[in-house]
């Protein structure tokens, strides 16, 4: 139990084009997901937190308006990252808690390549 | 604020060594501790966590206590395989929150 999926696992697209990243929790009601981004060989970030039918609360030094987050069912958790810029290539990892689990449930993570 | 730190590595080992890697806490309270695993091409995955002092975490061979007086969550393995292979990441959320901190991860490549 607990699985964690996310769409796609990988994407390239061009600058300034947007980019949708679904994450799903598969057998369990996420009430809190979260999104993180790792850099090559780094730790990962927490970007932002999600609540069920509520705002996002982003960390400090995120733009929010870069990066829509969208928790809208207790099951799925969207990113667009929005005008995407080749400083926004990184690894983009979801994780998801709920359904009486305190414990984050991982994503396998997307992989965005911006040319 | 709450801030997580671990040894630097890369460790390369042979099959059948002692694994040790460090991992020292800042934090208010008292937070709930957890190492990490991400295995080549893959997502994290939860080895251990302990949730208060004294606590010994253990999954896999894997082993962490939870020293409050160091504030220090070490990570062992006795004998360490090929497939542990993998990068590793201690973490800590604070009491009452689940928001998790991590450490920069510290890759460990085991030789046959």
């Known amino acids: 139990g607990a699985v964690v999926s996310q769409h796609p696992s990988w994407v390239i697209c061009k600058s300034g084009t947007s980019v949708k990243i679904e994450c799903r929790s598969l057998?369990?009601?996420?009430?809190?997901m979260f999104w993180y981004r790792q850099f090559p060989k780094q730790s990962l970030m927490l970007m932002a937190t999600?609540?069920?039918?509520?705002?996002?609360?982003?960390e400090q030094g995120v733009e929010k308006d870069k990066f829509l987050i969208n928790h809208a069912s207790l099951t799925l958790s969207t990113l667009t990252v929005t005008s995407a810029h080749p400083e926004d290539s990184s690894f983009y990892i979801c994780?998801?808690?709920?359904?009486?689990?305190?414990?984050?449930?991982f994503g396998p993570g997307t992989r965005l390549l911006v040319l | 604020g709450d801030s997580v730190t671990q040894m630097e590595g890369p460790v390369t080992l042979s099959e059948e060594a002692f694994l040790t890697i460090n991992c020292t806490y800042t934090?208010?309270?008292?937070?709930?501790l957890f190492w990490y695993v991400q295995y080549p091409g893959e997502g994290l995955q939860l080895l251990l966590k302990?949730?208060?002092?004294?606590d010994k975490g253990s999954n896999k061979g894997f082993e962490a206590t939870y020293r409050k007086e160091t504030t220090s969550f070490h990570l062992e393995k006795g004998s360490v395989q090929v497939s542990d292979s993998a990068v590793y990441f201690c973490?800590?959320?604070?009491?009452?929150?689940?928001?998790?901190?991590f450490g920069a991860g510290t890759t460990v490549t085991v030789r046959a």
């Open positions: 994780s998801a808690r709920g359904g009486g689990k305190e414990t984050q449930y």
């Open positions: 057998d369990f009601q996420a009430t809190t």
């Open positions: 999600s609540n069920e039918g509520s705002k996002a609360t982003y």
């Open positions: 934090a208010t309270g008292y937070p709930s």
């Open positions: 302990a949730t208060k002092a004294d």
């Open positions: 973490a800590l959320s604070p009491l009452n929150d689940y928001k998790l901190s």
